[in-house]
């Protein structure tokens, strides 16, 4: 009986160990794997920090004081947007692309303008989508209702 039982435990032992062997060699290759995937990310940001930071060390004149303006005009707007979220995430870049406008016309109008299509296309595709729907719904409705022969 107790030779059974030792063959028993023997074989759940064995399978335990074999199962946990897999396991902590799955465990083992996970974080290689996580690090194979995350190190190019993390190099090329290191790698635009530093030349971010080459480029700050080197700017061109009169970059500073754009960019306090450009920077100030987000603040002006985060105050003026008190009480409503949507008016926090609204007016800060409002009033900061009006002050990189004045600094930056030419890519200020470009902007504009790519923005201004981009808009249109997503508008027209609303309003056709709105429209395929109303159909559909009006349709299955006209369906549904029996219109009595006066």
Known sequence: MLSILSSVT???????????KSVLL?????????YSHTKPKVERFVQW?????EYLQNAPPGFFPRLGVIG????????FARG???KKLVYPPFFMGLGASVYYPQQ????AQVSG????????QGYIIA???????FQKVRDFIVFPLV
């Open 10 to 20: 023997k074989a759940v032992l064995t399978t335990s160990l074999g199962n946990m």
């Open 108 to 111: 200020a109008i470009t902007f």
């Open 131 to 137: 429209e395929d729907l109303w159909k559909q719904h």
């Open 26 to 34: 799955e465990a083992k290759s996970e974080p290689s794997e996580i």
């Open 117 to 124: 299509e981009k808009l249109y296309d997503w508008g027209l």
């Open 49 to 53: 920090g530093i030349d971010n930071y």
């Open 84 to 86: 409503s979220k949507l």
């Open 72 to 79: 100030f005009a987000g603040f002006v707007g985060l105050l």
